[in-house]
């Protein structure tokens, strides 16, 4: 909250502008774009870097909404904490499971 | 936090709720809320990606299945639709976004005409929810005429329970952006509503951001 004026209870915080908005979405769509027009080459599908790429691309558009579209950018850092902790709770538990059903 | 400085109003904004904090408690009851539904779709989607594979009968997602009696079944995600509803659901984010804008900059220079018309992207937003709910419908529709129902096997149980609680959560957020629309069209939404706005519209890009992993681990990941 370094730069961010903040009144006790209601804080005021720079968001983007519409401009930088727009570019979010050009990114989240060109990012979506890719990930379906890899779904439909065979030879990326049976390689064994499709399944990371997709991953990789899934968290860039992830982190990209939550940083941008939600904020939590120009977020209070409590509010990054009260996300980002269950998330990796969450995370782990998904990695614990599927190594525990030998999924992984 | 006294009674005094409870009442207490500062500028144009709301009430403002003195914390321990110093930030409003709806907004952190909403981040905490949200902390935990991830953990909610980490369950759902770890019992997808578990069962993935293990179904004794088909229909499947990704592969063909002939069944003992000679029934052919084709892999039954359709992904060009799904891809159009992800789109929809993206640009819901970009319209939700927006009619934050809008309401927390009304009156502002810059913000006059369409950029400025909070109903105008509440509606829009709302729509765009409703038209990824059609396709949900669609979709699901023609996954029972084509022979799997939520009793079918892993598969279905799984994906109809996934991917039903989450457009369960899309319809509670088009509820929300309807409240809102009506609230603003009664008596208009000012800087003063900001949070409330706000506190809808993490939500509404909580529930993209679970889309976004769910169209990758169970529509494109085969």
């Given at each position: 909250m370094?730069?961010?004026a903040s009144?006790?209870?209601?804080e005021?915080?720079?968001h983007?502008d519409?401009?930088?908005y727009k570019w979010v ?8 774009i890719?990930e379906?027009w890899?779904y ?15 991953l990789?691309?899934s968290?860039?558009?992830?982190s990209i ?8 950018k ?8 009260l ?6 709770i969450a995370?782990f538990?998904?990695?614990?499971l599927?190594?525990?059903f030998g999924?992984? | 936090?006294?009674?005094a400085t409870a009442?207490a ?7 403002v709720h003195y914390?321990t904090?110093g930030l409003?408690?709806r907004?952190?009851a ?13 369950s759902l989607i770890?019992?997808y990606?578990?069962y993935k594979g293990r179904s004794r009968?088909g229909?499947f997602?990704h ?16 992904i ?5 509803s992800?789109f929809?659901?993206?640009m ?11 309401v927390e900059?009304?009156g ?5 005409g369409?950029?400025?018309n ?5 509606a ?9 709910l ?7 529709t ?12 892993l598969?279905?149980?799984s994906?109809?329970?996934l ?6 959560h899309?319809?509670v957020?088009v ?8 609230i603003?069209?009664?008596?208009g ?14 939500y ?5 951001v ?7 681990l169970?529509?494109l990941i085969?």
């Amino acid at each position: 909250m370094s730069d961010h004026a903040s009144h006790a209870g209601h804080e005021v915080h720079e968001h983007p502008d519409w401009k930088q908005y727009k570019w979010v979405a050009l990114i989240l769509f060109a990012i979506t774009i890719v990930e379906v027009w890899a779904y439909y080459i065979p030879a990326f599908v049976a390689s064994s870097a499709f399944v990371p790429i997709l991953l990789v691309m899934s968290a860039v558009k992830f982190s990209i909404v939550v940083a941008y579209y939600m904020h939590l950018k120009y977020d209070n850092r409590l509010f990054i904490a009260l996300f980002v902790g269950p998330l990796f709770i969450a995370m782990f538990t998904i990695t614990a499971l599927l190594l525990l059903f030998g999924k992984l | 936090m006294s009674t005094a400085t409870a009442a207490a109003t500062h500028d144009d904004h709301e009430h403002v709720h003195y914390t321990t904090t110093g930030l409003d408690n709806r907004k952190i009851a909403v981040w905490a809320f949200i902390g935990s539904e991830c953990m909610l779709f980490a369950s759902l989607i770890s019992t997808y990606l578990i069962y993935k594979g293990r179904s004794r009968v088909g229909p499947f997602p990704h592969e063909t299945w002939t069944s003992p009696t000679g029934e052919v079944f084709k892999p039954i995600l359709n992904i060009p639709v799904t891809s159009a509803s992800t789109f929809v659901l993206l640009m819901s984010s970009l319209f939700m976004v927006m009619a934050l804008a809008a309401v927390e900059n009304r009156g502002k220079p810059g913000y006059g005409g369409l950029k400025g018309n909070s109903k105008f992207w509440l509606a829009t937003t709302a729509l765009a929810g409703t038209v990824f709910l059609g396709f949900q419908a669609f979709e699901f529709t023609s996954f029972v005429h084509e022979g799997l129902k939520i009793t079918t096997n892993l598969f279905g149980s799984s994906f109809f329970t996934l991917t039903g609680f989450h457009g369960a959560h899309v319809t509670v957020g088009v509820l929300w952006l309807l409240t809102l629309l009506a609230i603003d069209m009664k008596r208009g939404l000012t800087p003063k509503d900001t949070l409330v706005v706000d506190i809808c519209a993490l939500y509404w890009h909580f529930v993209d951001v679970v889309w976004i992993a769910i169209f990758t681990l169970i529509y494109l990941i085969q």
